[in-house]
């Protein structure tokens, strides 16, 4: 064995190569870190692309805030400025970042300030952080500054020291994504200084900012977080260098302790003892369990979770291995982790075997320990042993009837043969004790088969070695047969048993690889919430054969007290009052915990760094073990970002739908102004002349016709708006019954004959076109909303013409004019709420076409609408209708 092996991983190597391209084809990330604002963040930023340009880069500013500080202004003198996007929002007019222009610009790199930044309503992203990321994606590199209390895992530690709720954050794990971060940074005093020269905010301000956020304390906390921050970024690199380039480490670059910890009430101790150390020496800390083939009793493995808790609980970072070489498998996680020290614990009292052998375990550790420093923690307990795991010690775990069985067998085999012991050898006897003692092995544990060999040998000794029926044997090769065969049987019977055991946990880390992969699937295609919680309740079940009952939060970050999955589960009200305490804690309680365990069950929290997202509760048989502990809490980590995913889509839809919303206002707001306006100030004008002022019969009646054409108008708007409200609330139930078109059209055109004044209108019906089954009113709408759209946009005196035809199975109207028609770019919008085409006369709520879109579709038909080829626009429609058995006559 070469414990100096590295031999790469060919899955980690795969999976380090797909990174590096995919980084590759992404632009970089630097973010020019600080304390708080004034620090020079941004300024530091404008220096280094004046140093990126003169090297000839091309590098432009997409948006930066100068706060007007003229040495700021100075530095943005000589680099390009992309125009920035505009946003109309109460009356104020709000600049963003231009994400188009920026990818369609296509710099090298482009300056963007204010990462954690909260876009204005109406933006693409709800977050400035976004707009960077999908630029990142087109591959340009962005520089960007942020403060370290925009972080969101610090801002509640900052809302602490300052005593100021930090709004706008910024995910740690896009921080984290980050290529380069540059900290900028300067002491308390050099800051207070540049406030009270006014050179961050204005003189008022300033002494406002000094006296509040900006104190001297709270400035040197601030301070400290951010170094921590960039030192615990840079150790991280170079941990994920050193596994990504396979050195072997550790690099001694910053202290970080790694304790081993067992079943055993010894490790215990040892983790607090760890946890101290690793605080006394400002290291991290990393607990670690080494999985073996030997199986752990009930007793070993409830010691063990409690051990892995307590670890948890003393914020250490737990991790897991597995292996037959104990020495090996620590060394390579202290590699992997670039640990500078280990510590694990040794009993005080030895016995001559545990001497022997824990002796070496140690030893070796040490000895191949190479540059990380080993420390051996000793033990006020006489009785303890924590070693055995490391040095596959049999554990007897068997039960009686194994051992009944294994020498029940045993006997027997030697039954069967003790009447033919004068016929057949005694050493064929020999190999078929051998031959059953390897095949109990297959199937028992260590202790049994422990029972048989030595039995069988006995056995053996007894019945058919000559002297028979007496231990004593008369020639010395025979006693070294009788020695030999011990030997054998038991190395082979414990030998088989490790490698059933060792097939064991493989078979058992298989299922649960093949279970986290089976969730992984279905939570990935699941698409909302109900989906994700009917998956993950499958999968609890599946999995953990236990039914679950998941509780998500309303909202408002408070528990909905409503169990969204089907479940048998009922829960009393003290303990839904458990889930709630779990919810706001986000620490497991209830049954098996050392918190409100009096309940029948135990509920788990669903949380992720971002959100609180609910709780799980479960009706456990027996409490976890260590094993089942580290499955379930991944498990349930699965189901908690897949929550989150869905989560955060239904914030993004509804904060779509606002935004939406505030743009229809708007486009609603100003069309109907206008239309309103108008014949509303007609009839005022007309009615306050025919009150006040005696006029001739044709004065009055032209006055009276304008009131009349006015209230037309106003009724055609209040129509358009109803249509409109019934095709949103889905309410648009087609009433179908038999109707003749040229009743249709005769209707509609009655009703438009003072429109049709100055155009030429031409029907064109056949003769025996046969009745077709539609809904009368909608259609009537419809080719109204047609033809007076056509009088409205078509020069006068022009032909305005409409078909009606039957094309088997389908009603076909064509409403064709000769006007301006359609611009190319606008025929895929004509049918949207509220659209009106750029340089069209003003009137009009742009609702007609909306309209004759819906209704046509309530017919389960189609429209389109087409540019003329000298000239005008054609609008095709076609309805699927049937036509009576007496009339049915097709038309081309």
Known sequence: MNLDENRPDPDELLASLKLEEEKSKRGKLKIFFGMCAGVGKTFTMLQSAHADKSKGIDIVIGYIESHNRSETNELINGLELVPRKKYEYKGSLLQEVDIDAIIARKPHVVLIDEFAHTNAPGSRHLKRYQDVIEILDSG?????????????????????????????????????????IELVDITPDELLQRFSEGKVYAPERSREAIQNFFRKGNITALREMALRIVADRVDKQLRQYMQQKRILGPWKSGLHLMAVIGPSPESAKLIRWAKNLSSTMGATLLALYVETPVKLTIAQQDQLTKNINLAKQLSAEFTTTSGDDIVKAILSVAQKENISHIVIGKPRHRTLYSMLVLGNFVNKLIRHSGNIDVYVMGSDSAHSNQYLKYIGFPAFTSNFSQYFFAGIITLLTALVFFPFKDIIAYQIVAFALLFVVSILSIFLGIGPILLSATLSALLWDYFFIPPS?????????????????FIIALLNGVLTARVRNQQRLTREREERTSALYHLTKGLSFASGIDEVVKVSADGINKFFGFNSAIILQEGMNELDPHIVNKTDLKFSTS????????????????????????????FYPLNTNRMHLGVVAVKHIKAFNADEEVFWDTFKTQISNALEREFLNDLARRASILNESDKLYKTLFNSISHELRIPVATIMGASDSLLTIAHDEQTHNSLCNEIFTASERLNRLIENLLNMSRLESGRISP???????????????????????????????????????????????????????????????????????YDKPNLIIL??????????????????????????????????????????????????????????????????????????????
């Open 140 to 180: 340009i590199d962005v520089y960007t500054t942020v403060n370290v209390q925009h972080i969101e895992s610090r801002s509640d530690t900052v809302a602490q020291i300052t005593g100021i709720t930090i709004r706008e954050t910024l995910p740690d794990e896009v921080f984290e994504s980050a290529d380069d």
């Open 469 to 485: 029926f007496t231990l004593h044997i008369g020639k010395p090769e025979d006693v070294l047969m009788l020695v030999m065969y």
């Open 575 to 602: 303990e839904i009052s458990i889930a709630s305490w779990v919810f706001q804690h986000l620490k497991k309680a209830g049954k098996y915990t050392d918190t409100l365990p009096s309940t029948d069950f135990t």
């Open 735 to 805: 009433r179908l019954d038999w109707h003749d078109v040229n009743d249709l059209v005769n209707k509609v055109t009655e009703n438009l004959k003072t429109e049709f004044q100055n155009f030429k209108l031409e029907v064109v019906i056949p003769e025996n076109m046969p009745l077709v089954k539609i809904d009368f009113g909608l259609m009537e709408q419809v080719i109204h909303n047609l033809l007076f759209n056509a009088t409205q946009y078509s020069p006068y005196q022009t032909t305005i013409r409409i078909k009606l035809y």
């Open 815 to 892: 409403v064709m004019d000769r006007g301006l028609g359609f611009p190319k770019n606008a025929i895929p919008f004509v049918f949207d709420k509220f659209y009106r085409v750029e340089g069209t006369k003003s009137g009009g709520t742009g609702l007609g076409l909306s309209i004759v879109k819906g209704f046509v579709e309530a017919h389960n038909g189609t429209v389109k609408i087409e540019n003329r080829q000298n000239g005008g626009s054609k609008i095709s429609i076609k309805i699927p209708t049937d036509v009576p058995d007496f009339g049915l006559i097709q038309h081309e």
